[in-house]
């Protein structure tokens, strides 16, 4: 695993890479199955289950508070990245536009090409997850997700859905793509979260 893509952390960075992870030296891509090309002019958010339902426009999205961050970013395939730059929507601020009914438990993340992956609702609406649509100053490319993709840095980031174009709110926990093919239900990198028992 080691050499020319990844490297250990430095004794400085151990308190921020989990156990089992190496630094990669770029920005490794992982994809199951084509990579989707959607026009951002043709990008939609559709918000439904337990809701009002919206549907949000890549111009809508750029209407909402757009804010800058910095995360970590943990692949269950052991490699990490830190620091990474990125612009987006706090899920947070988002979650302003939406009348979300109290009996919703989970959301579904629904995205171009069919993946999905799900998430309890307290791991979804913390301070932290954005929707972004920039990385490192650029529209995010599509191998990255674009146009729009979740970020989820306190989890592996098979949960931080590419090319997303779907939240379904559910009163209960509906497994997504991997976690139906053998991955945790929940994926917290600092617990190694990699596969259901």
Known sequence: MLGKFFKPPAPKQQDRVPPGQHLATGFPVLTY???PEIAANDWELKIWGLVEPITLSFADLLGL???????????????????????????????RQVTLDPKATHVLQHCYGGYTTNLALEDFLREENFIAH??????????HGGPVRLVVPHLYAWKSAKWLNGLEFLDHEELGFWERNGYHRRGEPWAEERYSD
Request: hydrophobic share 40%; charged share 15%.
């Open 65 to 95: 508070p757009q804010t800058e961050f910095t995360a970590d970013f943990h692949c269950v395939t052991t490699w990490s990245k830190l620091d990474v730059q990125w612009t987006g929507v706090k899920v947070t601020d988002l979650m």
């Open 134 to 143: 920039t990385l490192f100053g650029d529209p995010l490319p599509a191998p």
């Open 33 to 35: 199955g084509a990579t």
